[in-house]
């Protein structure tokens, strides 16, 4: 499944995954004509892995360009994608699992997914749709049963991978103590500024596939810090390589043995996050890198209530304050 350079790795439950993906998170547009386009134009200049998730209304978007894709011959089969999706906390009980990637894959018009995951080791209390609930409505994940319901939708055959996004060594062993099939990836903010070292090694040891987003800093989505783009050392470091910003720290997650997502709908950025794999950075590059001071951009701080599972940051992400 190589396209366009990108080197496709295996997962453990034995599914290649190219290993840089198209994000899909934005918060400007809700299934418009513009992000259609975009990613169809994605398609074109050759990503075949595609990121999306309920909560970010962009499924239908991604459906609507993988068909466009099919039928003016851009790819010859479905197959040549790997499309991931997540299960949003409303949905995150073990009897709406299943009929959550039902509607998911409704939305995307395919008949299974590559990869589904669980997008926060949260869960809300049922009802209405919604991004962000009343601090009332956050409850525990029971792990085991929403779980085990993922794996089913796997023996089904409904997607062919699963998976976690946003969960800590200690989330993942605790999931991992009752389950049957180990999650294949673990979704996470990753970037020079936000090296995420005990983690990465934890997954490694458990033959977790770690994949990076926020690799950029993400500014313009739900969140957004200048962290990356505004770094001294990745600046100097981008004009000794003849690189922009943007590649270093792409590749840079790269050299980590970590997947990356990123996103940009303009097709020069497009096409220049592909020219990552064939360069590489110096023992001093990744020194200088490896110093840079730390930071985490994205606090899902929505999640954290008095009443809830979660009462502080440090109890959600598991990390001394």
Known sequence: MENNGVPVITLSSGIGMPILGMGTAEKLIKGNEREKLALLKAI???YRHFDTAAVYQTEESLGEAIAEALQIGL???????????KLWCIDAH??????ALRNSLRNLKLEYLDLYLIHYPVSFKPGKFVIDAPKDEIVPMDYRSVWAAMEECQN????????VSNFSCKKLQELMATANIPPAVNQVEMSPTFQ???????????????????????KGTYWGSNAIMGSEVLHQIAVARGKSIAQ????????QGVSLIVKSFNEDRMRENFKIFDWELTAEDLEKIGEIPQCRTVSADFLVSASGPFKSLEELWDEKA
Not at 75 to 85: A, G, H, M, N, Y
Not at 94 to 99: A, K, T, W
Not at 248 to 255: A, C, D, N, P, T
């Open 44 to 46: 074109e200049v050759g």
């Open 75 to 85: 790819i010859k089969s479905r197959d040549e994608l790997f499309i991931t999706s």
């Open 94 to 99: 073990p009897d709406r699992v299943l009929p």
């Open 156 to 163: 089904l055959g409904l997607t062919k991978s699963i998976g």
């Open 196 to 218: 995420q070292k005990n983690l990465r090694e934890y997954c490694k040891a458990n033959n977790i596939m770690v994949t990076a987003y926020s690799v950029l800093g993400s």
């Open 248 to 255: 270093v720290s792409m590749r840079w997650v790269y050299e």
